[in-house]
């Protein structure tokens, strides 16, 4: 091995007075003396000793430092997993609050009026009932009954509530006296929209 392929390689010219004998690669002898004395070491680094080429130990470990421990895993991800599931809660009370206002307003589909009994006798009374339909949206619906007689009554309201599709508005009309006499009964809804619907009915006293 070339002296200068190794940095930590110390090489010590030995003088021709010393000679090394085979198999005692650790003694040395004197020329002309035949003494022997232990071989001293090339060189000393602290309580290493090197006797010709080698790395040591402690060269090795400065050759090929240990790799630096990875840095531990964020705990983002798990704070993010923990607070997903009640964000989510949250988010759906949120929507179920703000769905009556969010959502379509009151709607009327339908509306049917009916007077019971059709034939009413002396001192009778009339029950008339107007059934109307919605589309299930909570809201207010205002609305007035005018009789044939040429009375009305003021502005009624009905309050609806979510996912009640009916309403049943009601009016009772009272006949006295003899006579015969063909009534008329008109629902009027005026809001959220506009409808008209009439039902007839008969009073009879000889």
């Not at 004998?21 to 035949?34: A, N, S, Y």
């Not at 609050?97 to 339908?110: I, N, Q, S, T």
């Not at 009916?166 to 006295?176: D, K, Y």
């Amino acid at each position: 091995m070339n002296p200068q392929d190794d940095a930590e390689y110390s090489a010590t010219v030995l003088g021709s007075h010393w000679i090394v004998r085979p198999g005692q690669d650790r003694t040395l002898v004197e020329q002309g003396t035949g003494e022997e004395r232990p071989a001293r070491p090339d060189r000393v680094e602290g309580s290493v000793l090197r006797f010709g080429p080698g790395v040591t130990a402690a060269v090795a470990h400065r050759t090929h430092p240990a790799p630096a421990a990875a840095p531990p895993p964020s705990p983002a991800p798990r704070r993010l997993r923990r607070h997903a599931l009640p964000a989510l809660v949250l988010l759906c009370v949120l929507a179920y609050l703000a769905w009556p206002r969010l959502g379509p307003p009151l709607e009327v589909r339908d509306v049917a009026v009916t007077a019971r009994p059709d034939v009413l006798g002396c001192g009778g009374t009339a029950h008339i009932t107007g059934l109307v339909t919605t589309n299930g949206r909570p809201g207010t619906l205002s609305y007035r009954w005018v009789r044939s007689d040429g009375t009305a009554s003021g502005v009624l309201k009905e309050v609806t509530v979510r996912g009640r599709q009916q309403a049943r508005l009601h009016l009772r009309w009272t006949f006295q006296g003899t006579g015969h006499h063909t009534a008329r009964a008109e629902l009027r809804i005026l809001a959220p929209a506009p409808r008209t619907l009439t039902t007839h009915f008969t009073y009879d006293c000889p």
